[in-house]
């Protein structure tokens, strides 16, 4: 029997929670003794341009081992987006200007970590202040340019370049918002950190690196460090998440490389949790125009939405690559004949945006599924039916969109009355009937999302994976992908394991580390599985291949007649189980002939589209405007499921991430570009106390475009939930006149939606 | 996220503490539970050259039933607030109220003295003091003195403590009647309050707000009204009339002021429903 679709309990908690995991700080190699620490001097204005910078008294101060400028350390700039002009690029130290709070300017390198706090602030800086580019409105205006010599802070414009006038021609209604989907700090448990050590020629450089991708992170730093192909080995030790903000390695990281090989010293960079709110890369921060139309009896014409995306101080990814999938995303589950969609990119002096936990994905679905209500609304029919009305149909895969994208299956409607069903979808409606006509000052309200969103959306680029036996029969399973807590050890050995017959604990899984593992793309876009995962089902399919050459030239007897019996781990000839040889013996046979072992690069010939609907149930206090989520109903279909386990997991921590953004966290600046929520006091990420337990019902829906029909389910939960929850929110008070309200839905912005409301 | 540097000295008795305050006088702080304090002094918003630690003075923890009032060590934690008996029984308005304090980690390490000395408006619990009518016990080079709460909580994070006084006990007198109310609104279970009350009788309470302005305050106009006769509705009505609360991200001024006549309205119904 397979063990895929099995409740296997994860590997790789034992350790995690007895012993603990080894993050970078926790690294005690012998190339790291004697590692000085640095701290980063960071900029408190958001825009300046610097006049001067005085070392000379942190030089002096106890246990100080040097302090670097940028003009000190050779870096090459980080390159903006491809799509974006040169001027933009990013210095690892800035220089000439700083563009925004938390903007590192000089490194400290002290030999304990506490003095470098100190000598940090004997840093003397001379700020020559500059206007701050803040809001969106001041970006586009362009009065104040950051990057005077690109002559505009629009840093990239993709889709409509001139929107049509006609497109709503033939609608009965048409319904328009403005959506803010906030800015976000993605907040892992590990902030960013990296220790690294020369050797004694500085020929060869080891870094330890909390990321999601070794070799991503080894190939950028190798051109900013401007070295040769294979000096620089990346190792990702265990990484305390990242939701795709420790993809790419960050400028400190590479300020870090150089200031070791300068130094001739091994060096560790631990950052501080306020350094992590401000100066690892913020998530989400789109400002959305939203147009839906259509006809009375609930069909969707057409939709358009226009994207004013907020990359921050430097454009990286997030300035193309988030509104691309936002676009790409825009119509989600339903066949609506006409899509527009029109995004542009502008820099402020604010921390820099990237990818963070469904990068573009959410906001397409928080800005679908936000119009879909209001569309609903407008011609009073229930929020669930409009839906059913416009789902793309089952038999209409592989379904091409407007924008251009080929969905690979789904089964929405099936999905949807999954959902209405267990949650008991007319009692609900009854309920908040009968709290309505009695005043009760606990309102009820119910929202719906509905999502599709795509995983492996670089598809082509693939992954590796490898299988090779040992000479003990046991298995090393090495993988281009890169786990911070999804539970690779765990998936990738029962892939592993199924294919060979040999048990799981007798199956190791490596990654992360570009000695062992040199080509491979790492873990971002909810990908692992379906890439990383097919590379090793089909590396272990190609192992199975050789090992039952082998066991026919040893058992003397033709290969169609070999059989492994996967339960025992054993090879024999058909008929003959009491003569066996062994995984060990295979391996041993194949030692002089490269060993038994295989490798697989594995992409995919189109994206995955995982699917859904999330409904969620509010009781709003309607006198003091407070929200408390008391019932999360979802159906998460990620095709095949390997593993309920981490597929749960997933969901439940992507459920509490939407339900975040909905309701508490938002990253603030003030008008100056201070960050207002620098700190976990102020920044309201979730808790266990404002959750109620999720209510996961199963469904799978195989996808064709890999050998184990997955999808990604990493970022759904948080793409499906945030719309949810928000449309739940404006559910309860719709019946008091309220038509939206942005997120985070706090209670002070509900009580305020509601008195606009009353004296409208 | 690291402390400028500072002296730390153990204190091992009370006397040992007050001898160390009067040698350091004002560079001195005070640690407790450390849950006000360490955080300032990680963010380096707090600089203290000492920290005179008295977090081992097993003898200032206890609940004690002294006949009209109940004595309470200023080094009790708020858990053992939360889960006393006789506090349950005798004052339970107190006890119900620790047990909204931050999260359990922080109940099982931050002290009612801690709160009661650190004079932050938006804590819990100096509020219920102030409701319950409660007396701060004071020790210093001088000797003992009682302070009533109405007269401890200065401005904000000022009390009428002296830096060479280290709080010893708080007294609560025993409540002539039976209702009490407590309403904490915040954004999450472990936030500070946005708002609260303390609701302390039913008939004619004494009620005292949380976060309304730089010290915990009285609703003295409410309270007058319900002293008169006035309908609760009507009372609450007036819960934040001469008060100033602070605007900042949580809150604007006016949406505090809003919540507290919510909150009193609620609290003193709850008073009354449980006299």
């Known amino acids: ?760 | 996220m690291i402390p400028a540097p500072f002296a730390y000295r153990r204190a091992g008795s009370v006397d040992e503490a007050l001898s160390l305050l009067a040698e350091h006088g004002d560079e001195a702080k005070v640690l407790a539970g450390g849950h006000s304090l360490l955080p300032l002094m990680k963010l380096r918003l707090a600089v203290p050259e000492v920290v005179v630690d008295v977090g081992r003075l097993q003898d200032l923890s206890y609940v004690r039933d002294e006949g009209d009032a109940i004595a309470v060590g200023a080094l009790t934690r708020h858990r053992d607030l939360e889960t006393s008996d006789l506090l349950a029984r005798e004052a339970p308005l107190l006890s119900h109220a620790a047990g909204f304090v931050g999260d359990p980690q922080v109940r099982h390490r931050g002290t009612l003295g801690g709160s009661l000395v650190h004079g932050d408006p938006a804590s819990d619990l100096p509020a219920v003091v102030l409701a319950m009518g409660g007396t701060l016990v004071a020790r210093g080079p001088r000797g003992s003195r009682e302070i009533p709460a109405a007269d401890f909580f200065q401005s904000l994070f000022e009390t009428a403590m002296e830096p060479d006084e280290l709080l010893t006990e708080v007294r609560i007198p025993k409540p002539q009647s039976r209702g009490w109310g407590f309403e904490k609104f915040n954004q999450r279970a472990i936030d500070w309050a946005t708002v609260g009350v303390a609701v302390s009788g039913d008939q004619r309470p004494a009620i005292a707000l949380v976060n309304m302005g730089g010290t915990p305050l009285r609703a003295t106009a409410a309270e007058q009204a319900l002293a008169d006769g006035g309908s609760v509705a009507d009372a609450a009505a007036l819960a934040a009339d001469g008060t100033e609360p602070p605007s900042d991200l949580s809150a604007s001024a006016d949406y505090r002021r809003h919540l507290a006549r919510v909150l009193v309205r609620r609290a003193v119904e709850d008073a009354r429903g449980r006299a």
């Open chain 1, 1 to 760: 029997m397979s063990i895929l679709g099995t409740r296997v309990v994860r590997a790789e908690d034992p350790r995690l929670l007895t012993v603990g995991g080894t993050y970078v700080d926790d690294l005690r190699e012998p190339a790291l003794v004697g590692a000085a620490h640095a701290t980063f001097v960071r900029s408190p204005v958001a825009h300046a341009r610097i006049s001067s910078i005085d070392v000379q008294d942190a030089r002096e101060a106890p246990g100080v081992v040097a302090v670097f400028t940028g003009r000190d350390l050779d870096i090459s700039p980080s390159p903006p987006a491809p799509m974006v002009t040169a001027a933009m690029a990013r210095p690892a130290l800035a220089t000439d200007v700083v563009r925004y709070v938390g903007e590192a300017v000089a490194v400290v390198i002290t030999d304990e970590r506490y003095q470098g706090e100190d000598a940090a602030e004997l840093v003397m800086v001379d700020y020559d202040p500059l206007p701050a580019v803040v809001s969106g409105e001041d970006a586009v205006r362009g009065e104040t340019l950051l990057f005077p010599e690109a002559g505009t802070n629009v840093a990239w414009t993709g889709g409509a370049e001139q929107l049509d006038e006609h497109l709503f021609d033939d609608c009965e209604v048409v319904v328009t918002q403005v959506i803010d989907n906030q800015r976000l700090a993605p907040a892992p448990l590990e902030v960013r950190s990296a220790a690294c050590a020369w050797s004694d020629d500085q020929g060869q450089v080891t870094l330890w690196l909390s990321t999601q991708g070794a070799q991503a992170a080894r190939d950028e730093l190798q051109r900013q460090l401007g070295l040769e192909e294979g000096q620089l080995r990346v190792v990702a030790p265990d990484v305390g998440g990242g939701f795709g903000a420790k993809i790419a390695a960050d400028p400190e990281t590479a300020a870090l490389c150089a200031a070791s090989r300068r130094l001739g010293r091994p060096l560790r960079w631990v950052e501080s949790r306020s350094e992590n709110m401000i100066a690892m890369t913020h998530g989400r921060a789109q400002h959305q125009t939203v147009t839906i139309g259509g006809r009375r009896d609930g069909t969707v014409l057409a939709y358009r939405i226009e994207v004013l995306q907020d990359s921050g101080a430097y454009p990286r990814e997030s300035s193309w690559l988030l509104p691309i999938l936002t676009m790409n995303m825009a119509s989600g589950v339903y066949a609506i004949p006409k899509v527009e969609t029109a995004a542009r990119s502008i820099v402020t002096n604010t921390t820099p945006l990237s990818a963070y936990r469904g990068a573009g994905r959410p906001e397409a679905t928080a800005a679908i599924e936000r119009a879909m209500d209001l569309f609903a609304s407008e011609i009073g029919m229930d929020p669930a039916e409009v839906r059913r009305r416009n789902f793309v149909a089952p038999d209409a895969f592989p379904f091409q969109t407007p924008s251009g994208i080929t969905y690979d299956s789904g089964e929405y409607a099936k999905a949807l009355d999954t959902v209405l069903e267990a949650a008991g979808y007319p009692d609900l409606q009854e309920e908040q009937r009968r709290r309505r006509e009695r005043g009760d000052p606990l309102q009820l309200g119910f929202g719906l999302s509905a999502y599709v969103e795509i995983t492996a959306p670089d598809n082509a680029v693939g992954e590796t994976g490898r299988v090779e036996v040992g000479a003990d029969g046991s298995v090393t399973v090495y993988t281009g992908s890169s786990a911070h807590g999804q539970g690779h050890a765990t998936a990738f050995a029962m892939l592993a394991s199924d294919e060979l017959g040999i048990p799981m604990d007798r199956i190791k899984v490596l990654h992360g580390d570009t000695a062992k593992i040199p080509k491979g793309a790492g873990t971002y876009g909810s990908r692992s599985l379906q890439l990383g995962g097919s590379a090793v089902h089909e590396a272990s399919v190609e192992v199975v291949k050789r090992a039952r050459h082998l066991a026919a030239e040893l058992l003397e007897a033709d290969e169609g007649d070999i059989v492994l019996d996967r339960d025992a781990g054993r090879w024999h000839v058909k008929g003959a189980p009491a003569t066996a040889v062994s995984w060990g013996e295979l391996a041993q046979q194949a030692e002089g002939d490269g060993g038994l072992a295989a490798d697989s690069d594995f992409s995919e010939e189109r994206p995955t589209f995982p699917f859904g609907v999330h409904l969620a149930v509010v009781e709003v206090d309607v006198e003091t405007g407070a929200v408390r989520l008391v019932r999360f109903v979802s159906v998460d279909d990620a095709g095949r499921v390997v593993n309920p386990v981490l597929t749960e997991g997933q969901r439940h921590g992507g459920i509490a991430q939407g339900a975040a953004q909905a309701l508490l966290e938002h990253m603030v600046y003030d008008a100056d570009g201070n960050p207002q929520t620098g700190n976990l006091a102020d920044y309201a990420f979730i808790t266990a106390a404002e959750l109620p337990s999720f209510e996961l019902l199963p469904m799978e829906t195989a996808t064709p475009l890999n050998p184990l029909g997955v999808k990604g389910i990493g970022e759904a939960g948080t793409i499906g939930s945030t719309p949810a929850v928000q449309n739940a929110v404006v559910n309860a008070i719709t019946h008091l006149g309220v038509r939206h309200v942005d997120m985070p839905a706090t209670a002070q912005r509900v009580w305020a939606a509601i008195n606009e409301a009353k004296e409208r």
